[in-house]
RNA sequence: GAGCUCGUAGCUCAGCUGGUAGAGCAACGCCCUUUUAAGGCGUGGGUCCUGGGUUCGAAUCCCAGCGGGCUCACCA
């Protein structure tokens, strides 16, 4: 626990005040504590208060609160004391709150939680404060503060030790249009959940929990964390994705389903990435990908509305207006993006052969693009490698990317007029992805084939590629109406409205490798 | 997993081409009854991330490791 010897004998000489602050009567760490109002209280109602209505109608306070600035005046002195993120001043007079109360207020450090009553007035300087009467002690700080003026700066102890990250609410991003305070990005996390809890609730979707483990780890192509069950004496697989049970869940006669849950991939971390991360998924019986395209514009407009009142977001540097979309199919995005350095841009035909897209993949190669590519692999996986390599960086305003190869999309319907292609989209924003849609494949026999399909790059090394699932193909079988479904990163959209660049700074408890102190 | 980069007091940081560690905040003591990054006087606080190496001498240079950040890879 201690990080040095300084902490140890500061944390000896606290427990010391504690037995002094116990003489002096005071329960050391009491049960509760009644106040009349919370800190935001006083100033969302006593704001605008002039000293002189102050003075001519006394206000009697009880306020609770840490006490985060400290400054003694000698028989007198003032305190901030903060709230839920917002402080308001205290007066302490040795004249006002007597002997004892005073020699209580001695004894107290930055940190300490004290309750306090008394009445409000304005200092000099015209800021609104608490003139107390009494202050009865709560709870108390045995270790120091950070500088009361940066906070903590340092990345790695602002996520190991987050809960001093939010009591003193740093700042990310300073200076810049996109400014926010730790404390506020989980509290627009919380409305941000709110906000899509509602926009479903109000349009007779169902909220549903579906397994977090789960035998086969279907639903999506990442690699799984494993478990074990004791007394089944199985291996279990933390869930990539709800999909296969949200699916099974529309086949049993819930049209409309969301769930808003964790999913773990066992993938590297980067500033997108998180091993556990939040995922909304949804699932709408008779819709199909065009009407979540519709759908997805309306609820990142209406989330963004109810979180920040406005569709305008920053983003790294860049204004974003969540209200303003562009569609490209991938193809258009290949052609649309394409790098000049890479020379002309490819025509529609170049994706129709394997031949044409190696060639384009060479072109890209020449231009120094970095381009994953191995012959002979399908040639729908060239096509998203090429649109992934040229396109992504591009997609800084929201916009839809549609039509997805055959060959990347296990789970998606196939376009009727294109048999290689399939109803599906993804949705960027920022240069990310935050979203995935697709006309759900509903054939079970189609579904098995892909699932064979899959089992044999699988058997090829690729760790990714999806599991056979019997039970998913048996589902289908009695009968999966025409079905739209999509998955939104909630972590990524956190990310959008609030500002922060990385995904650590929207997850409360980021995953760090472990560190230790001298002690352990 | 790879490359680059950072690691000095509880916190925020300085410390030059190597000469044996400093400031502010916080802490401790004293003074101060409208202050607010309060102020004044004084005091204590260090495994300079860890382990090797080079050197008469290493916080500083070199190597390895640990942890963080960024970029890339993987992925959402």
């Not at 979707?205 to 780890?217: D, G, L």
């Amino acid at each position: 626990m201690f990080e040095s010897d300084f902490e140890r004998n500061l944390f000896a000489l606290r427990r010391e005040k504690l037995n002094q602050i116990s003489a002096l009567g005071q329960q050391t760490y009491p049960n509760q504590y009644t106040a009349t109002h919370t800190i935001p209280e006083i100033w969302a109602k006593y704001r605008e208060t002039t000293a002189e209505e102050l003075e001519a109608h006394r206000i009697q306070v009880s306020v609770a609160g840490r006490i985060m600035a400290i400054r003694g005046q000698g028989k007198a002195g003032f305190a901030h004391l903060q709230q839920n993120g917002e402080r308001l001043q205290i007066y302490v007079r040795k004249d006002d709150v007597g002997e004892e109360n005073f020699l209580l207020y001695k004894l107290l450090d930055l940190g300490d939680h004290i309750g306090v009553t008394g009445y409000l007035f304005r200092t000099r300087t015209g800021e609104l404060t608490i003139h107390v009467q009494t202050i009865t002690f709560l709870a108390k700080a045995m270790l120091a503060l950070p500088e009361k003026y940066h906070g903590i700066s340092d990345i790695e102890l602002r996520y190991r030790q987050r809960y001093v990250d939010l009591f003193t609410n740093s700042t990310l991003n300073e200076g810049g249009p996109d400014e926010i305070r730790v404390r506020d990005v989980f509290i627009k996390r919380a409305k941000l959940l709110k906000a899509i809890r509602n926009f479903f609730d109000t349009r007779g979707y169902i909220e549903v929990e579906t397994p977090m483990m789960q035998p086969i780890a279907g639903g999506a192509a990442a690699r799984p964390f494993v478990t074990h069950h004791n007394t089944l004496d199985m291996d279990l697989y933390l869930r990539i994705a709800p999909e296969l049970y949200l699916k099974r869940l529309v086949v049993g006669g819930f049209d409309r389903v969301y769930e808003i849950n964790r999913n773990f991939r066992n993938e590297g971390i980067s500033t997108q990435h998180n091993p556990e991360f939040t995922m909304l998924e949804f699932y709408q019986a008779y819709a199909n990908y065009h009407d979540l395209m519709d759908l997805t514009e309306e609820i990142i407009k209406q989330v963004a509305q109810e979180v920040n009142g406005t569709t305008i977001t920053h983003f790294n540097g860049h204004e974003i207006d969540l209200g303003k979309w562009r569609r490209f199919s991938m193809r258009e995005a290949i052609i649309e993006f394409w790098p000049e350095s890479a020379g002309a841009k490819p025509a529609i035909e170049d994706f129709n052969s394997e031949a044409t897209a190696a060639a384009l993949v060479e072109r890209l190669r020449a231009a120094r693009i970095h381009i994953e590519y191995k012959p002979g692999e399908p040639l729908g996986k060239t096509i998203a490698t090429i649109f992934e390599a040229v396109a992504e960086d591009h997609l800084i305003q929201p916009t839809i990317i549609y039509d997805f190869p055959l060959a990347v999309s296990p789970l998606s319907k196939q376009k009727p007029d294109e048999p290689d292609w399939v109803e599906r989209f993804e949705f960027y924003i920022a240069g990310f992805e935050l979203g995935n849609a697709f006309s759900e494949l509903n054939d079970p026999e189609e579904q098995r084939k892909r699932f064979e399909d899959q089992l044999k790059q699988r058997q090829g090394g690729d760790e990714e590629a999806h599991q056979m699932d019997e039970d998913y193909v048996r589902a289908l079988a009695y009968g999966l109406p025409p079905t739209g479904g999509e998955g939104i990163g909630i972590d990524r959209l956190t990310m959008i409205l609030t500002g922060a660049r990385s995904i650590r700074d929207v997850i409360l408890f980021p995953l760090l490798r472990p560190h230790h102190t001298p002690e352990e």
